[in-house]
């Protein structure tokens, strides 16, 4: 299992640990990429093999001063590294060694990565011109093998949001996505949206699964998992997650959180795996299923791991 470790003040931080079942932590440090400069991680996808980071970095530390005007019309210069930035995916083991570097071509802004068994990529992103999304598998090396047609209806016309209800236009920021391990294939989830997730294996095939959630819930997240889907609804249905059959997106189970409880990380052999912060450290916990007083509901209850 990886997840992201953020403070106790629920802010990020730029940590990756990988825990495995032996209870033993691995850190994935961008500080081992010592031939790349100004690296800042955009996103990551945690395979049986491999952890794959996406990062921005430079090839080169070239110091300058740049110019710019802040709205109120003020000139300012600013000191930093002026070598073009690129896309690189940075592959680590699961025990945190820095493996390689793997430059990306500029056919599209790229958002998220993924990596399919035999070592291939999948890229999520948009284009650069009409901000439409992009789909594309990549070689093992990275360099870009085709686009994928994302079947219509299935996607927003743009990855950027740009008018409110009314048609205002309002702040511009990228919808949110997230790219999930699902057997041979990877998902895409749509968070927050109406759009269905999305099944990609690597021959490029795609396939919507339409989630049957509850009338005014959308998918949060989807919970990493070893066997069916999970996922956090939004809005939290006052902590639930279900339990979707991945063929038809239909219900299996809702499980019903205690308040409070840390966010589940993942689910493995069918157990719900979160952690909290105590003295320092990261604290696991794990869920185990115990019926509740409706039948029709399922309850997770959280325990300290020995």
């Known amino acids: 299992m990886v997840l992201q470790q953020s403070s106790p003040n629920s802010f990020p931080v730029e940590q990756l640990v990988s825990i495995p079942s032996s209870g033993e932590a691995h850190e994935f440090r961008l500080d081992q990429l010592t031939d790349l400069y100004d690296v800042l991680r955009k996103g990551y996808y945690a395979s049986e093999s491999n952890v794959a980071l996406l990062v921005i970095a430079a090839a080169e530390d070239k110091q300058g001063k ?12 600013v000191t930093r590294n002026l070598a073009d930035h690129h896309d690189y995916i940075a592959v680590f083991d699961r025990e945190g060694n820095y493996k390689k570097k793997l430059q990306m071509e500029e056919s599209f802004a790229v958002q998220r990565v993924g990596e399919f068994p035999s070592g291939a990529f999948l890229a999520l992103g948009f284009d650069k011109l009409d901000h439409s999304p992009r789909l594309a598998l990549l070689q093992d090396d990275a360099k870009f093998l085709r686009f994928l047609e994302i079947p219509k209806g299935d996607a927003p016309e743009s990855m950027f949001e740009m008018k409110d209800s009314t048609g205002k236009a309002v702040a511009v920021y990228i919808a949110p996505s997230q790219l999930v391990p699902h057997g041979d294939s990877i998902l895409i989830v749509q968070n927050k949206t109406k759009f269905p997730l999305l099944e990609v294996n690597e021959a490029g095939m795609i396939r919507a699964i339409h989630p049957q959630l509850p009338k005014g819930t959308q998918i949060d997240t989807v919970i990493a998992s070893d066997q069916n889907l999970y996922a956090l609804v ?14 038809d997106g239909t219900v299996i189970r809702r499980f019903a959180l205690p308040d409070p409880v840390p966010p589940v990380a993942c689910v493995h052999d069918g157990k719900f795996l979160s952690f909290e912060h105590g003295e320092g450290k990261l604290v696991p916990l794990i869920g185990t ?15 300290a791991a020995n």
């Open 289 to 303: 299923v115990e019926l509740a007083p409706t039948a029709e509901k399922q309850h997770v209850a959280a325990a």
């Open 234 to 247: 939004n809005p939290k249905d006052n902590g639930a997650i279900y339990e979707l059959n991945a063929q």
């Open 66 to 77: 740049e110019a710019y005007v802040t709205s109120d019309g003020t000139k300012h210069e």
